[in-house]
């Protein structure tokens, strides 16, 4: 049967698709696109012109070296052992682009130590007392503001030894002079240690709330980036990280599961006794 038009009753369909632009292979393949990407923002997997494509598995070896420990702004997460890194807003000059390990939290006070300000003052010269110092070259740190007429050591040893303070698993914290002249004369190779003049004070409430105007960034101690060869570039290194990392957040925050995929697989001086 035919209607005024000239086609037969059975050619709605086709008109339909004229009327509507149906009938273009490029609009089809343009409609799978729309409807993949739809499938995509809810989750699923990612259709390709009728056909399931599988996701690529996330090599985690290759993005964990990309990424530092996740970094914490919680209070509760301030403990002895964690680090400090300033963000680039924190504008006291004491503590500007540094890196600082807790060696203290309590409710009597907290302490810290910059790890990353290497001075040019080597060890023989602050300390020409100690046996065995003019054979090393190591240089003294400044650990931050409070006393730097007195010094604190960190230690990293398998073993505990005498007269310190344990703040990580193999890191461990000294205010005694003859335990560090000990250990300076005894040359023993496998013991790594730093000496800082001076150190950070603050009380519990005044860190945390340091902390929460958006002084500082926490994250998990580590004796390797303590005895980082390169001090200097320690906090340049970290804070362009965890900035990588909270853009990466802030993009892909709808896809937790993402992140989680590329995150798993990361007091006074010297005394004399």
Known sequence: MY???GRKKGDNRDMRRERFGLGSRTVRQSLWIIVAAALFEAGS??????????RPPVDKAATQCAFVPIQFTRTSDLAKGKFLVARRGLLDPNFAATVVLLVQYSGEGVVGLII???????????????????????????????KRTGALALIRSRTKPEDAEPILADLYLTSSKTMLEKTIAAGNTSVSFHVYLGYGGWTAEQLQREVQIGGWYIFPGDAATVFDPDPDAIWTRWIQKTEGQIALGGKYGRYPEFLAGLRSGTRGGLTEH
């Open 116 to 146: 990353n300000r290497r001075t040019k003052v080597p060890l023989s010269q602050a300390f020409p007392e100690f046996k065995g110092a003019k054979s090393i070259s190591d240089a003294i740190y400044l650990g931050g503001p409070v």
């Open 3 to 5: 209607l005024a038009s």
């Open 45 to 54: 997997a990612p259709l390709w012109f009728g056909h399931v494509r599988p």
